[in-house]
């Protein structure tokens, strides 16, 4: 257990339909992230949030899509009118960013399997 | 544009056998490179990080080594076990924004 919780572990849906994730991350980390990954590919950057505030978000991260952290505590991820190639695992991740810049690893959550039929 | 490329993409060895995986990079500018080990199903988790100043980093039967110069990390797997199996991620850091770059993994399977 990293101390990253994701909440559901597996979501089946139709079509059309509305998701929501959600991703408590370690306690003290300010830094928050999203990742998408595909069977047998790596993890591909979402977005990113420092605090409440959303620093970056990938072109992959289309309208259909939004994330949210606003106490900067969890986040959630919502995904809009699903569609099947949104099918895949949805992994949030969480570092602590220091004032000199200085990073710590980034320690993942067990990922939410989303299938969209 | 950042890219971390591995290889192989699979491999299959016997247990007790010893292997090395593959990472090159192109992500600039460097902060720090890390391989997390993902077992299916479960969210990566983290075997080494290593900076530019580090070549060679162990953890357990896990060396990590890192040639900055031609951008280029390997992960050695001594005396493999059964539980080894798993994908392995290359993960490079950028200076300045700290963004994780990733590579696909190499998926490794040990057969008894």
């Known amino acids: 257990d990293t101390g990253v919780s994701q909440d559901p572990r597996h979501k089946i849906t139709k079509r059309g339909q509305n998701v929501t994730f959600r991703c408590d991350p370690i306690?003290?980390?300010?830094?928050l992230y999203w990742y998408r990954q595909t069977l047998g590919q790596g993890p591909e950057f979402l977005t990113y949030f420092q605090n409440e505030a959303q620093l970056e978000k990938s072109r992959l991260l289309s309208d259909r899509f939004s994330a949210e952290r606003p106490k900067g505590s969890f986040s959630t991820l919502e995904i809009q009118r699903t569609e099947q190639g949104d099918s895949a695992m949805y992994l949030c991740?969480?570092?602590?960013?220091?004032?000199?810049?200085?990073?710590?690893?980034?320690?993942f959550g067990q990922g939410t399997r989303l299938t969209v039929v | 544009k950042n890219q971390v490329e591995q290889s192989p993409q699979s491999l299959i060895i016997l247990e007790g056998k010893n292997c090395t995986l593959q990472c090159n990079y192109t992500v600039s500018p460097f902060s720090n490179l890390r391989w997390y080990k993902q077992d299916t199903g479960r969210g990566p988790v983290s075997l080494t990080i290593m900076t530019f100043s580090e070549n060679t980093k162990s953890n357990g039967r896990y060396t990590a080594t890192l040639d900055a110069d031609t951008k280029q990390s390997s992960l050695h797997i001594t005396a493999s076990q059964l539980s080894d199996s798993a994908s392995y991620i290359c993960?490079?850091?950028?200076?300045?924004?700290?963004?994780?770059?990733f590579g696909t993994g190499t998926r490794l399977t040990i057969i008894p």
């Open positions: 991740a969480s570092s602590l960013w220091g004032s000199r810049g200085e990073n710590t690893e980034a320690f």
């Open positions: 306690s003290e980390h300010n830094r």
């Open positions: 993960v490079v850091i950028s200076f300045g924004n700290e963004k994780l770059t």
